[in-house]
């Protein structure tokens, strides 16, 4: 049909919508796997379908014996009634999970360890921890940043996408700039794929970002591991013009005794350009191809499928060093080197340990079913800081996030913000390549109140900036600086930003939406509609009765008159 002829323009028109759809896993759907729902839907061989419009059918052929037979009414309605339940009660069984009462009415050891905490922290659940599912924790109130709906935004969809897909790891900058503050996993760990020593999770890198990004240095826990050589699996983004043997990254052993052991990792001995196979990437790479550990297929913006490669390398550490923690960053200035795995080797004995817990994640809690992770670098809720990014478009904004100049610490990406206007003591950039100017720190604000259609915050700061709030901006969500009204903008792909002043001020934010009026007003001719459908047959019969009646009772009145009429006549006759 008309959804095969015309696949790129209606992935388009799924990719520009509002709203998204999770899969069953809680994970988004792609808009491949929604566009094949959509079809499936629309077949007329789809049993759902068929059911469906013999519904339709039904009602409309009842519908039509109320108005013509309306002494059926009421049978009619219970009949409507019955389709509407059975309809709903079908939806229901397909689309939600069935557990017992007694599950649902228990909290998980998880969900307990939240209740403990006051619910006021955000979380992060990995897919497939079921305890974590919406559902059972709407009863709690627990903020879970995976949302309580099946019907999310799409730019929450799209930011849930990165979070979800590594198994064990998450991107830290997204994590941080979120607000979310506990992480939840599986306990039992999965066996990942290995390349010789380094074990790989090909969905969630252990780092990643360019030079400026806060992305680009982390530390991780060394376990006391001891060895003399660094394995690692990488790969370059953006790195085609880095020449050979250029230094890219650093990762220093930091010992118990404080000593610090730093090796350099290099392009083109090291690691590469992760698309150096692409016909037309091949011949402008600058630097060698080391050792392809791995493959992964990936899709440019035409929708055009491709290989790239993750790369295995050795590199000596020197003399064996323990490792109490282990220290990476990123050096060079163009590109963005994703770390995929890490593992110290020790070459005498053949014994080595993964290098993959950070020491930013505290283990709060654990049981056979879940762990509970304490994120340390979470945002506040609500903070003000003084520079924004204003970028040309929204396209590749999450990636500016991912592996960009970016620091959410020191900025905001601000969209639909005109630089021009109004006074200029706010620091901008148009440039998302440019990094914050030094000294443009985070300052703290404070929620006072905070609910569903609404939230007060209050703030302090030395310098006029930008506000951000860690909720998702959404059309209808208003804004208003010390009472008077004041432009809202997306901030940081996904949440709301507003200008401020320096000094003590409070910003309020309402959801005040056109299409509540709308809804209102079509709830009222709704109500109207249905008004007339169930009292119009009902009056229509009690009005014939009415007319009947009136009918009769003219007859009986004229019938009256008219015997009057005739003994008076015949009176008159008499006396004549």
């Known amino acids: 049909g008309w959804l095969d002829s015309h696949r790129a323009e209606a992935l388009k028109a799924l990719s520009t919508g509002e709203w998204g759809v999770r899969a069953a896993s809680n994970a988004p759907l792609s808009l491949a796997a929604a566009l094949e729902g959509l079809r499936w839907a629309l077949d007329i061989t789809n049993p759902a379908l068929v059911a469906a419009l013999f519904m339709a059918q039904m009602t409309v052929v009842l519908l039509g014996v109320w108005i013509v037979a309306p002494r059926l009414g009421h049978l009619c309605k219970g009949a409507i009634l019955g389709l509407v339940v059975v309809d709903l009660l079908g ?71 990165h979070l979800q897909t590594g198994y064990d790891t998450v991107p830290d900058t997204l994590l941080d700039t979120a607000g979310i503050r506990y992480m939840v996993r599986e306990a039992k760990f999965p066996g990942l794929p290995f390349h010789n020593v380094v074990s790989i999770d090909p969905g969630g890198p252990l780092a990643q970002g360019s030079v400026n990004n806060a992305g680009s240095k982390t530390t991780f826990i060394g376990e006391d591991a001891r060895g003399d050589t660094l394995a690692i699996i990488s790969a370059l983004r953006h790195g085609v ?21 730093t090796v350099t990792i290099r392009a083109g001995r090291d690691t590469a350009e992760w698309a150096f196979d692409r016909p037309d990437v091949v011949a402008k790479v600058k630097h060698r191809r ?18 790239v490669n993750l790369y295995y390398a050795e590199i000596p550490v020197g003399a064996a060093v323990t490792a109490r923690t282990v ?30 817990n950070k020491t930013r ?18 945002l506040p809720h609500a903070y003000v800081v003084r520079h924004a990014v204003v970028p040309a478009s929204s ?38 390549a440019i990094a ?24 302090t700061a030395a310098d006029p900036g930008f506000l951000v709030f860690g909720d998702a901006y959404y059309p209808g969500w208003k804004a208003y600086l010390d009472g008077d009204p004041t432009p809202i903008y997306r901030a940081n792909f996904l949440f709301r930003g507003v200008r401020v002043p320096a000094g003590t001020h409070q910003v309020e934010f309402k959801f005040e939406p ?63």
């Not at 060079?332 to 290098?355: E, K």
């Not at 913000?417 to 109004?422: C, L, S």
Request: a neutral charge.
């Open 395 to 432: 396209g590749g904004i999450l990636d500016q996030m991912l592996e960009g100049s970016f620091d959410p610490r020191r900025s905001v990406i601000l969209e639909g913000f005109e630089p021009g206007m109004g006074p200029r003591d706010v620091l901008v950039s148009e440039n998302p």
């Open 91 to 161: 939806f229901a069984s397909a689309f939600h999970p069935f557990t017992s009462l007694a599950d649902l009415s228990t909290p998980s050891g998880a969900v307990a360890f939240f209740i403990d905490q006051g619910n006021t922290e955000r979380i992060f659940p990995k897919p497939n921890v079921r305890s974590m599912d919406a559902n059972r924790l709407v009863p709690y109130g627990i903020p879970t940043f995976t949302g309580y709906s099946s019907l999310a935004p799409q730019r929450q969809m799209a930011y849930l996408r």
């Open 290 to 307: 080391p050792e392809v550990a791995m493959q992964l297929d990936q899709t440019d913006t035409d929708n055009a499928k491709y290989k």
């Open 327 to 356: 220290e990476y960053r990123y050096l060079h200035p163009a590109g963005a080197l994703r770390l995929y795995g890490m593992t110290l080797l020790d070459r005498r004995t053949g014994a080595f340990t993964q290098i993959r």
């Open 241 to 261: 013009e880095i020449p050979q043997d250029a230094p890219v990254a650093e990762v220093t052993f930091v010992a118990p005794t404080g000593e610090r052991r």
């Open 361 to 378: 994640y505290r283990l709060a809690y654990r049981d056979q079913e879940a762990l509970v992770f304490e994120n340390t670098g979470a």
């Open 436 to 459: 914050a100017p030094a000294g443009t720190g985070l300052t703290p604000a404070r929620v006072e109140q905070y609910g569903p259609n609404g939230a007060v915050v209050a703030y």
């Open 514 to 576: 056109e299409s509540v009026r709308v809804g209102l007003w079509l709830t009222v001719l709704g109500l109207l509609t249905a008004l007339l459908v169930l009292v119009v047959p009902e009056s229509w019969v009690l009005f014939r009765r009415l007319a009947c009646l009136a009918a009769r009772a003219r007859r009986g009145v004229s019938l009256e008159r008219w015997n009057v009429l005739r003994r008076q006549v015949t009176v008159l006759i008499h006396h004549d």
